[in-house]
């Protein structure tokens, strides 16, 4: 009797999983403190759902694990905290080589990516230099993810506009292949 009513939970669990578990969806996320960030300075917030997307790239070397993206962020935020003199680093969420979805500011969180727009959007930057190539295809999947997972639990407004840097600041951000991609997408404004 106990085994078949914990095969029957296990059953429940199995079918929960397959059913909430879409694979063109999974999103992999690490936290600041994973990547050993440093505690911003101060925090300003920003109202959500988010309306603006504002897509950027580092111009740094790409990074293709955890430990490569987590050296390469600590760089960029060493850069944007002690030379830049931001309170954290600029980005709200950076996507490394490897797939992953780094957390930089973080939601609700006003990042010092694009001024004018800090205050009323998540600055999105891809690991790398994509002005002569595109991102990989596992950067490219991470990013359509986030912001479908963004959508999903309401930090992104369904509505979103999706722009680059170069569209409102004086910068080739995020790199004119880069920019290319994303004009093709769904949320893609002209400004």
Request: aromatic share 10%; with cysteine.
């Amino acid at each position: 009797m106990m085994t078949q009513f914990c095969l029957a939970i296990v059953i429940c669990v199995l079918v929960h999983v397959i059913q909430c578990e879409d694979p063109k969806t999974s999103l992999e996320m690490v936290t600041k403190s994973e990547w050993g960030g440093r505690t911003a300075f101060e925090i300003d917030y920003v109202i959500i759902p988010v309306k603006n997307i504002v897509v950027h790239h580092t111009v740094t070397p790409n990074c293709h694990n955890k430990l490569e993206c987590s050296q390469t962020l600590q760089n960029i935020q060493n850069f944007h905290m002690e030379d830049l003199e931001f309170h954290d680093i600029g980005y709200n969420f950076l996507i490394g080589g490897d797939g992953r979805v780094y957390e930089g500011t973080g939601w609700h969180k006003v990042g010092a990516h694009t001024i004018g727009y800090n205050s009323k959007s998540l600055g999105i930057a891809f690991i790398g230099n994509f002005s002569d190539k595109l991102p990989n295809s596992k950067q490219m999947k991470a990013f359509k993810n986030f912001l479908a997972y963004g959508v999903k639990t309401g930090e992104i407004d369904k509505d979103y506009k999706l722009f680059g840097a170069r569209q409102v600041s004086a910068t080739q951000s995020p790199g004119l292949r880069l920019y290319r991609a994303i004009q093709k997408m769904q949320h893609f404004v002209n400004l």
